[in-house]
Nanobody, 115 residues
């Protein structure tokens, strides 16, 4: 049974940083490309970043390029998202997922960027 548990969210001022973590269990993480997706208040789910099975390829949506960094540690069954220079428009519920649509995702961790 796939289980994904996100953590690390919180309330930060604009320009601040957070590191999100996702603990994966019930499946072999190294077999999957992994995604971070988010849902802002009143909006649909959107992908933020994704990473190849071994971490050699990473992709970011334009709005977070240069500010966010995705990484993974397959030995520890962990996925991460380092978020720097946060902006109010980054406020959302963040999920890790095994697909871009977020069909299989955790419960999410809330990120709120506000002064």
């Amino acid at each position: 049974q796939v289980q994904l548990v996100e953590s690390g969210g919180g309330l930060v001022h604009p320009g601040g940083s957070l590191r999100l973590s996702c603990a994966a269990s019930g499946f072999t993480l190294s077999r999957y490309w992994m995604y971070w997706v988010r849902q802002a208040p009143g909006k649909g789910l959107e992908w933020v970043s994704y990473i190849s099975r071994r971490g050699g390829e990473t992709y970011y949506r334009d709005s977070v390029k240069g500010r966010f960094t995705i990484s993974r540690d397959n030995a520890k069954n962990m996925l991460y998202l380092q978020m720097n220079s946060l902006k109010p428009e980054d406020t959302a519920l963040y999920y890790c997922a095994t697909d871009e649509a977020g069909t299989q995702r955790g419960q999410g961790t809330q990120v709120t960027v506000s002064s």
